[in-house]
Nanobody, 117 residues
């Protein structure tokens, strides 16, 4: 059973930056791709960014392309999301996701990001 714990959320002014971290534990040797998703009030959860197992391939939502960067440190079992030039519309709960080699997915508990205008 994999546990994912996010950190790094908070309140920031528009144009500012935050870095989210997601630390994985338990069965981490079976983790394949990882990603970040977000859910704003009244909206469905949406993909923000994903990264392949070795970090060589990344994918971003069009709305964050060029502003956010996903990375991972497999030695630390941690995935990061560097968020720059934040906008009020980036306000949401951000969730870490891990896809296992055997197909099952796990979610973290989420971390709140609030961007004030």
């Amino acid at each position: 059973q994999v546990q994912l714990v996010e950190s790094g959320g908070g309140l920031v002014q528009a144009g500012g930056s935050l870095r989210l971290s997601c630390a994985a534990s338990g069965g981490t040797f079976s983790i394949n791709a990882m990603g970040w998703y977000r859910q704003a009030p009244g909206k469905e959860r949406e993909l923000v960014a994903t990264i392949s197992s070795a970090g060589g391939s990344t994918n971003y939502a069009e709305s964050v392309q060029g502003r956010f960067t996903i990375s991972r440190d497999n030695a630390k079992n941690t995935v990061y999301l560097q968020m720059n030039s934040l906008k009020p519309e980036d306000t949401a709960v951000y969730y870490c996701n891990a896809i296992m080699l055997y197909g099952r997915g796990y979610w973290g508990q989420g971390t709140q990001v609030t961007v004030s205008s």
